[in-house]
């Protein structure tokens, strides 16, 4: 069984940072070779894909709203995955969950269907 546990969130002001981390159970393997970060807005829609990691190659997917000044990064050492989110905007606010699954070509990154495991979520907050 794969658990994920996200770290971190609270709140920052508009141009701020704030860092999460994903840590994993599981050392990096095929199971959980992709992670992907996602946040659902305080309207509860649907989550949205912010960014995703393959751990084994490094490659990496971003959300076109986070394009610039999100950056997703993976300690294989650790079991971790981290978001380092700069220049926050009101609309970054939300719950964050981290996903992870066996990285396919056919699967998109940036979808939630494309992952079978989830952590429980995050809050982050941005103040003007």
């Known amino acids: 069984q794969v658990r994920l546990v996200e770290l971190g969130g609270g709140s920052a002001q508009v141009g701020g940072s704030l860092s999460l981390s994903c840590q994993l159970s599981e050392k990096t393997g095929r199971s959980t070779d992709l992670v992907g970060w996602f946040r659902r807005n305080s309207r509860g829609e649907e989550r949205e894909g912010v960014a995703?990691?393959?751990?084994?190659?490094?490659?990496?997917y971003y959300g076109t709203p986070v394009k610039g000044r999100f950056l997703i990064s993976a300690d294989n050492a650790q079991n971790t995955v981290t978001l380092q989110m700069n220049n926050l905007k009101p609309e970054d606010a939300g719950t964050y969950y981290c996903a992870a699954d066996r990285w396919s070509p056919a699967l998109p990154p940036l979808k939630p269907d494309s992952y079978a495991f989830w952590g429980q979520g995050t809050q982050v907050s941005v103040s003007s």
């Open positions: 995703a990691i393959q751990r084994g190659r490094g490659s990496t």
